[in-house]
Every structure is written in C-alpha cells, then in structure tokens.
C-alpha cells in the first residue's frame, strides 16, 4: 500500500503490517498528550453520529481510515498463494503472558481510533467460555473485561441492539454476537481474549477444541484529533446518550420533513410514474404499498429510478430497495423495513443541489399498483461535503459455484465482485438475495474490501454469515436487526431463498479514490446458485461506478422453487426428487436430506420419516411436454427403511417393495414405458409395514429420470 503524502501511519492489520494513509500522534518520538475537554470525538459524538440520518450523507469531516482485524486463515497472503484458505478460526496476533496469565492478541492499532463494529461466534468445546480485554492507552490495566457474551451481547457494556446477539432461535455460543457500541482510543487500543482451552503453540495460530472467530472493524483518524478513550467512567457520561440511541435504533423513525410528494399510481406494463423535486433540499422518505397478481415478479421488475442534477444514482427493484429481494416478507431495520401486508418504508437521506427526479417503472408484464406512496423531503444546505445517495443491482442468474463467471474457468472457489467505485465517498452497506437448489452451505467465502490503493485488503472476513452479523449457516433463523438483516434463510441448508442484509452505522467505510468489495463464492457443493447483489453508498458529485445497469436481471422471471432449474429437454428430463413439490402428506416427517450426502445425487434426497402404515406422501413435478416416456427411478435403502407401495400419476409401479438394507445403498428401478402428461405429474407413496421392531416406516427417493419413447 502506498504511503498518502499528507498522512501517514502504521497498523497491524490482521497479521499483516500494512502503511495507513494516517498519522500517529508522535512527534519526536514522543506521545503528546491532549487536552479531552476539547475532544472532537467521545462515546456521545460516536452514539449521536450513529443515530444522524443527515451525518452520513456528507462526508466525514473528521477524516478517517476504516480497518479490520479478523481470525481470517493467515495462509491467505496473495492471490498467488492460498487466496481462498479456509481455516478462519484461532488466528491470533501473536500472545503474551501477562500476570501469569496467556492472552492472546486479537487487536491492536495505534490511535487516534475507535472500534466500530465488533462480531464473535464460537464452536466447540467450552466454546466462548474465556475472558476478553482490552486495554486502552498503554494501560497495565484493562479499561474493559467480561466474557464475550457478557461485552458483546449481554449488558455488561451496554443495551440492546446495540449489543445484541443472533438469532435468538440459535444456542448462544453459536449466534453472531454484535457490538455496535462504540470503544473510542487517543494513543493505542489492544483487545486480548484468555482461555484455559487455548494452550500457545507458535505466535499466531492455535490448535484447540475452542474455536473462536472474530472480526473486529475500527476506523483510525488523523493525526491531531483529539479522542476522549474509553473508560467506565467516561462510558458512566454517556448512558443516556446509549439509552437515546438504542430507543432511536429500535423505533427507525424518520426525521421531520416539510413537504411530501404523491407517487399513487397503477402502471400498465411498460409504464413509469416520475415526480420531480426542486433544490436544494434531501429526501427523508419514500414509502409505497405494492399490489400485483403476482408480487414475487412485481418486486423484482418494478424498479426505483433517482437522478440527483442531471446523476443518474439509483436504479434497484424496489424489494431490493426496501430490503426484502423478491419475496414480501417482514423486515425493520435503521434504514428500511416492510411488513406481510406488502407496505414499504426506506428513510435514506438523499440531498441534491438543483433537482431530483423520482421515476417508478414497470419493466414486467402484468400491470402493478403503488398506493400509500410518497417522497418526503425537506431543506438542505448542499456544500463541498454533500454526496449523492447511490443504490444499485446486478443479477448472477445460475451462477456455477465451479466456475468462476469472469475467468471462465473451473475452480473450487472465485472472488465474485459485488462493486468497484471510483471516486470519493462513503459504503454504507449491501444486500444479498439468493436462491440455492442444494443442500450445502452456500455461505463459506469471505468479503475482501480494498479501500483507496489497498494491494491487500483492508477488511479481510471470515466468512458470508458471519459478514451479515449472524453465524452457523442456520437454515430457518430470522435475523432483525437494525443493521443487519436476514428475513428469509430457507435457502441456508435446503433448497430455498435467502436474504441477507447488512447496513453500517459507525463501521461505514470512507474511501477517497477508490473502494472495490469482493465476495468469495465458496459452497460445499457444486451447484448453482441465483444470486442478486444490491449495494448502498454515498459518493461526492462526478463519482462513477464501474457495474452497469442490469435490465435482463430486472425482466428476468424470479425463481420460486429448484424445479425451474432443471433443463428439461423433450428426449430427456432429469430431475432431482428433491426439487419436487410437496403436494400433500398424511403423517410422519418430510425433509430434503443432505445427511450421508455422499451417497445421494447432487447431496441430497426426499426422506419421509416415522410414516405410520397407511399414510400417504405426494410428490408432484410439472412437466412442459407430454407422451410416453421411460420411467427410472433412484430409490434409498438402509437398515431402518420400511416397505411402500407407489404410484406414478394413476398407474401403480409398485407393490409390496421392500427398501431394507443392512448397508446404506441406493438403486436405480426401471419401470418401462409411462404415459407423462403436460403440467402436474405425481409420484404417491404409500407406507404398508415398518421393518422388523420399527413401529413407523422409513422411506428415501434421490432421483427420477424419463426418457422418450
């Protein structure tokens, strides 16, 4: 990293020892100590820049300079050695015996700084059971102890949601634990944990049951302004300040405004609305209930459109916009939020000079209707500092996870690029809907922000999850959270949809040239993945964004279930029985299972559990061509399966067949010529007696092919 001629610093970053472009406070080698009665930055200017919708629409005025330290595999060195290694966890600084004690560094950064956004998950034994520190200014004695979940997520610091943990449907060492409270530091900050698990075995990287993963992120300012640190006492100040911006956090109301603009309207296809706006002034609010025969497609093709003087900014589906992809699903953060009754709210300050101009475009086929709709917006002093609210989109519709889309290449693992922007301005954050069709964890790969002339990166994670604030990869888990978000992860484990939001508050990320964000795509399996990437930053007029405009993904149907990822072809259909519908089941338990998913086609298979004799499970599939074709199908045996009759559509295939096994196995069975018709075909299985001393049957269906006759 080149050194700015005006700033200069050096940090730890990570494990690697990279040159800042800000300065310590050290002249002549020696520390100059300030006057913190005229502090610029406190725990109370943090909390209320938190809680400042207006703050992070103009540059910062007190320059800074984001950063991370994580527990990212330090085998990582370059794109040439190990880019994608994957053991994230136990990566430590180095450690030090203290007080007869080892602790082991996880951060440490010369001030002027403060800690922005700190996130912990842990695994294995005794998991999250040691004792965290950090020291503040040199001193011998920590300025805060307490366990993990006691600092991050319990009250010991401060309240919820600035300290928070998800989701709460997870075991609690097994949640994402998130600090957004604010560890402000003048000379030096180093954070250590300590863990009777953890025995020193070289300086950086431990072998141990206990697994602990870490990101914590910090800006670090320039030299000369002065930082009130963090202490009890000086956090004892601002407990109000932290109760008012929690309250605030949690309400997600938006400022005053002085005037408000109608956007009610019903678009026929191909249709747009446009209100314009005269400056200088900023958007406070644009709220809109959408109605459609079909929403799924609605939020996807009907698009938000913003110029700001003559800049052309934001251009995103509206579900994205508001948070919530293509499905309507319920989400609240600082930022946006939308309920089950399709009703959206997005509070992003947006300031310009001389006009605005808000279009809603209907690029899909079915007429929509936009009711309860606005724009808020009040005065605003436009100076140097204003910037231009941006919100983008782009779709990756089945992106293999074996190859990577802009080499063209196989691969294990690719760096997917989410945005490169140049200019000068704020990230604030970015949304990642997905649908997945296996049964693996799509989420391994970590996020690499390179920030103004990074030639590595600045903010190096530890994974997708652990990114967008929860852990584990928990299928089903609903994340709300102020800045972080996922109202949908049915596609974690199992085919489905996921969505993951993550909006910064205090770790937003400034950048004076340049910012490029990219995301490993590493999933378990090799699959194929739809995947929308939205992003929201702010940039000074002039600023430009390399990713285009991206009308196929806008027009493109959305993906509502993995049937509509098979290619069905006429002299062929393969497909998967764990794309299948489920149209009906009369008892026991049905899951897509990806456990022993070595022995199953494409990791996974249908498994109907504890069936008692005589129930009934459908399975359904919609085919676009019809005649007669050769039926074959992949059946499961094992030692607890029971017997089953079955039926393709209304012919019985079989009778009496007995699934048992000693060994795990499965089989293909060829049932000859089968009459398929066009749209619904069904496959009925029928439970007629458990095996031996089981009181319920067991039943596993991994693949069904036809072909034509």
């Not at 698990?197 to 072998?207: F, R, S």
């Not at 005037?259 to 209100?275: D, M, Q």
Request: proline share 4%; charged share 20%.
């Amino acid at each position: 990293m080149k050194i700015n001629a005006l700033l200069s610093a050096v940090c730890l970053c990570g494990a690697i020892i990279c040159t800042m472009s800000f300065a310590s406070c050290r002249e002549n080698g020696e520390q100059v100590k300030p006057d913190e009665s005229k502090a610029q930055v406190t725990i109370g200017t943090l909390l209320e820049e938190m809680v400042d919708r207006d703050a992070v629409a103009r540059y910062p005025e007190l320059e800074y300079r984001s950063a991370s330290f994580s527990s990212y595999d330090r085998n990582s060195t370059s794109k040439s050695h190990d880019w994608f290694a994957n053991g994230d966890n136990n990566w430590f600084l180095r450690h030090e015996t203290i007080s007869n004690r080892q602790e082991f560094v996880l951060f440490d950064a010369d001030g002027p700084g403060a800690v922005t956004r700190w996130w912990m998950t842990f695994a294995g034994v005794n998991g999250g059971a040691g004792y965290l520190r950090v020291y503040i200014d040199d001193e011998e004695t920590p300025a805060l102890s307490g366990t993990p979940f006691q600092i991050l997520s319990g009250n010991k610091v401060t309240i919820s949601p600035l300290a928070s943990s998800v989701s709460q449907l997870t075991p609690l060492e097994q949640r994402g634990h998130n600090l957004f409270y604010p560890i402000p530091y003048n000379k030096h900050c180093k954070i250590t944990y300590c863990s009777y698990n953890l025995n020193p075995d070289g300086d950086m990287h431990i072998i141990s049951d206990e697994c602990i993963y870490y990101n914590i992120e910090y800006r670090t300012y320039a030299r000369g302004t002065v930082v009130e640190s963090y202490s009890e006492k000086n956090a004892a100040k601002y407990t109000e300040a932290a109760r008012d911006a929690a309250r605030a956090l949690s309400q997600s109301e938006t400022a005053a405004s002085s005037s408000e603009n109608s956007l009610n309207c019903t678009l026929n296809p191909g249709e747009s609305f446009e209100v314009g706006l005269e400056g200088p002034a900023a958007i406070r609010e644009i709220a809109m209930k959408l109605d459609a025969g079909d929403m799924n497609q609605a939020l996807r093709s009907t698009v938000l459109e913003i110029s700001f003087d003559g800049e052309s900014t934001v251009f995103i589906p509206v579900g994205e916009f508001f948070g919530i992809g293509y499905m309507p699903l319920y989400t609240k953060m600082w930022y946006v939020d939308a309920n089950a009754r399709n009703a959206m709210t997005a509070r992003w300050v947006m300031p310009f000079n001389r006009e605005a101009t808000i279009r809603i475009i209907n690029y899909g086929k079915q007429q929509v209707s936009l009711s309860d709709a606005h724009v808020s917006h009040s005065s605003w002093v436009f100076d140097s500092r204003s910037m231009y609210f941006h919100a983008i989109w782009k779709m990756y519709p089945r992106l293999d996870t074996r190859k990577d889309p802009v080499m063209g290449k196989s691969c294990e693992h690719y760096d997917l690029n989410f945005v490169t922007l140049e200019g000068k301005g704020v990230y604030m954050g970015d949304s990642m809907s997905l649908f997945d069709i296996s049964s693996g964890w799509w989420g391994e790969g970590d996020e690499k922000i390179y920030i103004d002339d990074d030639t590595f990166p600045s903010i190096f994670g530890t994974g997708t999850e652990d990114y967008y604030g929860y852990a584990w990869c928990h299928p089903n888990t609903i994340v709300d959270h102020p800045f972080t978000s996922q109202p949908s992860g049915s596609g974690n484990l199992s085919p489905g949809y996921t969505f993951n939001s993550r909006h910064r508050c205090l770790d937003r990320i400034a950048f004076s040239t340049k910012l490029v964000f990219d995301m490993e795509i590493w999933h378990w399996n090799q699959s194929t993945m739809d995947v929308g990437v939205s992003n929201y930053f702010y940039m000074l007029p002039g600023g430009n964004v390399r990713n285009e405009r991206d009308l196929s993904g806008v027009i493109a149907k959305t993906t509502l279930s993995p049937m509509e990822f098979v290619d069905f072809k006429e002299d062929i259909m393969d497909i998967e029985a764990e794309y299948m519908k489920l149209e009906r089941m009369t008892g026991g338990n049905y899951e897509t299972q990806s456990a022993f998913g070595e022995h199953w086609s494409n990791g996974m298979q249908v498994f109907w559990s504890n069936a008692p004799t005589g129930s009934e499970m459908v399975l359904s599939f919609e085919s676009p061509y019809e005649g007669n074709y050769k039926l074959k199908m992949l059946y499961a045996f094992s030692w607890d399966y029971g017997t089953f009759d079955i039926w393709f559509n209304d012919t019985k295939i079989e009778t009496g067949r007995d699934l048992y096994d000693a060994d795990l196995h499965t089989e293909w069975s060829d049932y000859g010529q089968m009459p398929v018709v066009l749209g619904k075909n069904t496959i009925k299985v029928k439970a007629i007696r458990p095996h031996q001393t089981f009181s319920t049957c067991f039943f596993g269906l991994d693949r069904v092919v036809l072909e034509k006759q």
